[in-house]
């Protein structure tokens, strides 16, 4: 399977980790959008939010606990984050395996776009 997180989780492509457990990896993203930009991203391969199954609900909240977890170490859980989940060509999604951004450091807007 040709998929750069998948990659990324196998260390063929090096990322800087910034959590990880024995269901999810967290590592920076590469073109970020915020003073603290990551991407949170299950061990598993979910093409898209489309394809959660049944079985994958408590893996889809572990990431979103793991956003909150992130945030904490980073220092910014009581001023404030924000999380996307970006899904097929109008939601912007770019790779096509399932991710959580978490963007936080600064104040920011709404709507984002
Ligand atoms: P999407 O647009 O699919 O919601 O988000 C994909 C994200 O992956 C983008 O924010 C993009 O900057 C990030 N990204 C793409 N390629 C790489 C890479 O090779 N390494 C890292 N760390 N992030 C990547």
Redesign the pocket.
């Known amino acids: 399977m040709d998929c750069?997180f998948c990659k990324?989780l196998d260390g063929e492509?090096p990322?800087e980790v910034v959590y990880e457990d024995d269901q999810v990896l967290a590592?920076?993203?590469?073109?970020p959008q915020a003073p603290f930009h990551c991407?949170i991203i299950p061990r598993k391969h979910i093409a898209t939010l489309n394809d959660i199954a049944d079985e994958d609900q408590a893996l889809v909240g572990h990431m979103l606990q793991a956003a909150g977890t992130i945030a904490k170490q980073q220092g910014f859980d009581e001023s404030g984050y924000r999380t996307v989940f970006?899904c097929n060509t109008h939601g912007?999604?770019?790779?096509y395996h399932i991710?959580l951004?978490l963007l936080g450091g600064k104040p920011m807007g709404w709507p984002p776009y």
């Open positions: 750069l990324i492509i990322a590592f920076r993203d590469i073109n991407l970006n912007g999604q770019t790779v991710h951004h």
